[in-house]
């Protein structure tokens, strides 16, 4: 019998019309880093006295809850990623800037008005191995990071409610969206100043909570039981003190900046509203 290896390893995901219920496509591929989606039925001890044999051993034990997900970390795109991010903030925009234009389309991604995330099945092939569909899955945290000489990477923990069984393995259709890599960032701006990076995490945690009730080992669609947050951590050359002053100042100002592709004219634009310094 062969051996299973990781390499060959990506991703299919699709936006689900109803929580929990396989998409009607999976139209986007993408290439991944890790992965790490699983299924997982609990098992615990049956807790009356009785044992099994002389021995002192347990007699018995029942299932609990059936927790399903993982995380994934991929390298980030111009155009392939979208899925993922509006499965992260809640909602996308798309304008058609007209066909003399190229790209032709910008997506903005933000926030959903009623605070809602859409729902996403995510096909897994597990590299020389076998393809898993998870369902219901939704994004509970995001994280998109970048070091001068790296790649853009992307990471996005999930929960999800249930999981096909594995079957065989499928094949890709990967998209032709470029990667975003670290010589295509322009400088951050914050409160009329530009700075130069080395280094940027920008995290968004979606406060998800699974949600286990009687009569179900599954979780019912997870829902945000907190105040979401969205941080960025950065690393800077200290120039002056202009950052020093409005850290204690306690000032807020929207942070930008971008990602640009030059000879395709691709762009990726990042920008947090009102933000201020906390250390």
Not at 59 to 80: M, R
Not at 204 to 218: A, F, Q, T, W
Not at 238 to 244: C, R, S, T
Request: with cysteine; proline share 3%.
């Amino acid at each position: 019998m062969a051996l299973q290896f990781g390499r060959g390893g990506f991703i299919k995901i699709g936006e689900e019309t109803t929580y929990g219920t396989i998409a009607a496509s999976t139209p986007v591929n993408n290439r991944i880093i890790s992965a790490s989606f699983q299924k997982t039925q609990e098992k615990e001890r049956k807790t009356h006295l009785s044992q099994s044999g002389a021995g002192g051993f347990q007699n018995g034990h029942f299932e609990a809850f059936l927790n399903v997900g993982g995380s994934i970390d991929l390298p980030l795109l111009y155009e392939g990623s979208g899925m993922l991010l509006k499965a992260s903030l809640g909602a996308v925009t798309t304008t058609d800037l007209g066909v003399s234009e190229d790209p032709r389309y910008q997506h903005d991604y933000e926030p959903a008005s009623d605070g809602e995330l859409p729902s996403l099945s995510v096909g897994l092939q597990r590299g020389t191995g076998s393809y898993e569909v998870f369902l219901g899955c939704k994004v509970a945290s995001m994280s998109i990071s970048g070091s001068a000489g790296e790649e853009v990477t992307a990471s996005f923990e999930l929960i999800a409610q249930d999981a096909n069984s594995r079957g065989a393995a499928t094949t890709s259709s990967f998209g032709s969206g470029r990667q975003i890599f670290h010589y295509e960032s322009g400088d951050l701006n914050y409160n009329s100043a530009t700075y130069k990076m080395k280094s940027f995490e920008l995290s968004l945690d979606n406060k998800l909570e699974r949600r286990n009730v009687l009569g179900d080992k599954k979780t019912l669609e997870p829902i945000t039981n907190d105040i979401r947050e969205i941080t960025l951590s950065v690393t800077l050359e200290m120039e002056d003190n202009a950052l020093y002053d409005a850290y204690l100042a306690g000032t807020q100002s929207d942070v930008e900046f971008s990602f640009t592709n030059s000879p395709d004219g691709d762009i990726c634009n990042i920008l947090i509203r009102n933000c201020y310094i906390t250390d």
